[in-house]
C-alpha cells in the first residue's frame, strides 16, 4: 500500500497531491488496476472480482515478523518447535485483535506449513515411544519364554525413557525433530543389551535367584559394556560437530547409550534378584 501510495503522488504537489489521496470508494478498483499495469511484480498481491475489474475483492499484505525466518537462524526453529508455535500463538492474538477490514482476513506464513509436518512428526514419535517398550517386552517374552522377565524389560525401558527425557531438560534441550528421531531409533537399538542380561538370566541352569542374577551379569556384562563402548565412541566425534542437529544427535545418543548401560547391567539385575 506505501508503493501505491507513492504512485499516486508521483509528480504531484500541494494541493492536487492531496486530492490523490485517500482515493475515493470507486476510484480504488481503477486506480489499483492502473497501479498493476504499471508494477506488474504486484499482480499477484491483488484480487478483483471479475474480469471487468469493477471491484477489488481482497489484498495481500506482507508484514514483517519479530523472528528471523531466514538464514542459520530459521535452524533454531526447527529445532525447537515449542518456540515456533509460540510465536504463531503471539500472530494470531494480534491478528485477531485487528478491527476493520483486516479482522475479516486470514493470516498466513510458510513456517506454519512446517508446524503442522513437526506436529506431525511429533505424533509419530511419541507413538514409537509408546509401542517400543511393548514390542520390546513381546521380543524379551520370545526369547526369555518368562513373563516376569519380559515385564522387568518392560520396566527398565520405561525408565529408560524417563531418565532420557529429565536428562534432555536437565541439560535445557528442546525436543526438536533430530532429538526425538534420534531418541525413537536409540530406544529401540538400546534393547538389546536387556534382551542378553534376561536371555542369559531365564538360562542359567543354578536354581537359586541371586545366583542366576549373578552368573547373567557375570556372563553378559563384559560384552554389554563393549558394545556400549564402542557405541560411544563412535558417536564422540558427533558431540565436537559445528552442526546443532548433528551436535543434538550425538548427545541424545550418548545419553540413551549410557541410560540403557545402566539399566540393564544394574535396574534389569536388582529386579532379577528381588522379583
Known sequence: MSDFKEWLLKDKSGAEAEAAFPLEPGEFAPQMHSFLSATPQYREMVGFTGPDFAAVSWLRVRVRAKFDARGTAALRLLADP???AHYKQEWEGWFRSLEGVAARGVSSCPKWNMLATEDAFFRGVYSALLWTPLFSMAAVLVFSRSLAVAYAALFCLLGMVASVLGLMRLFS??????EALALSLIIGLSVDYIIHAAHAYTHSLLPDRFYKSRA?????????VAAALTTLAAVLPLLLARLLPLRDFGVVFLFVTAVSLVFSAAFLTALMLLG
Open 216 to 224: 547373567a551379569l557375570l556372563a553378559r556384562l563384559p560384552s554389554v
Open 173 to 178: 534441550m528442546p525436543l526438536g525433530v533430530v
Open 82 to 84: 515449542q518456540l515456533l
